[in-house]
């Protein structure tokens, strides 16, 4: 985890920008997120001014970048306000469920598989924000229950051994993997394709042995999986593309 200061003078015709101070990284650093200042990653050692002249030389690719990113958080939250699934489709889990809306007295929603592949949202169903709720609180609970046993079968046919594998929501990452060798992955990995599950789970099964980004450690990847990319980073499939507009989260 780095040191976080927001810089108290960003300077003249500079944008807001914040400093995040990290032992692993290796070079200066610039991250645009939708509604935030620039977050600048600066390597441990680095003096903080060296924020500012990364923000000063990339001010053309921050303002692009910056329009790119804003417009993709703008189509997601539009996305956030589609209608409520009629069918939920798990691909990494090689699953669907048929979804029924059953009115009841009850104050709260809650939605449960009481047959087989129809899962079944009841309570006060016209109340949409809580059954969005509901349904990912199924979703949440759903993956924690399944995904870690996928990601064990994967680690096994690698030859990989975590010392915990667990599910988490996080915002924007797919998976992380800690130095002591814990790894956790994100409930929204059930939406994507086996292939994109499996590419992700071994990515962090490599940093079991190298942690960082390095050609070693895309070396390690491409000798866990020998059908991942030789030349190193992959482009990494985003939330907004694969996971349904009702699951989501924004915040």
């Known amino acids: 985890m780095g040191l976080f200061s927001r810089s108290p003078e960003s300077g003249p015709g500079l944008p807001e920008y914040v ?72 691909p990494g889990l090689g699953t669907a469920y048929a979804v029924r809306y059953r009115m009841t007295a009850a104050s709260g929603v809650r939605a449960i598989e009481r047959d087989p592949g129809v899962l079944t949202v009841e309570g006060h169903v016209t109340d949409e924000p809580s059954v969005r709720a509901a349904l990912r609180r199924w979703l949440q609970a759903e993956a924690r229950g399944r995904l870690p046993a996928a990601a064990e079968l994967i680690a096994n046919e690698v030859g990989c051994e975590p010392r915990s594998i667990t599910v988490t929501w996080p915002r924007k990452r797919w998976g992380s993997c800690t130095a002591s060798g814990d790894i956790r992955l994100s409930a929204e990995l059930v939406f994507l394709p086996p292939v994109e599950l499996r590419a992700i789970v071994v990515h962090e099964l490599a940093h079991l042995r190298v942690l960082d980004h390095s050609k070693r450690f895309y070396a390690e990847v491409q000798r866990l999986d020998p059908s991942a990319p030789s030349t190193g980073r992959r482009r990494s499939p985003r939330h907004e593309t694969h996971t349904p507009g009702w699951a989501l989260r924004l915040e």
């Open 19 to 90: 400093i995040v101070t990290s032992p692993r990284a290796r070079h200066v650093r610039l991250t645009i997120r939708a509604g935030e200042p620039v977050r600048v990653t600066l390597p441990r050692g680095v003096p903080q001014r060296a924020a500012a002249e990364a923000v000063a030389s990339s001010l053309p690719w921050i303002e692009r970048t910056r329009a790119r990113v804003e417009s993709r958080a703008d189509a997601a939250r539009a996305r956030v306000r589609e209608p409520l699934p009629d069918v939920i489709e798990l």
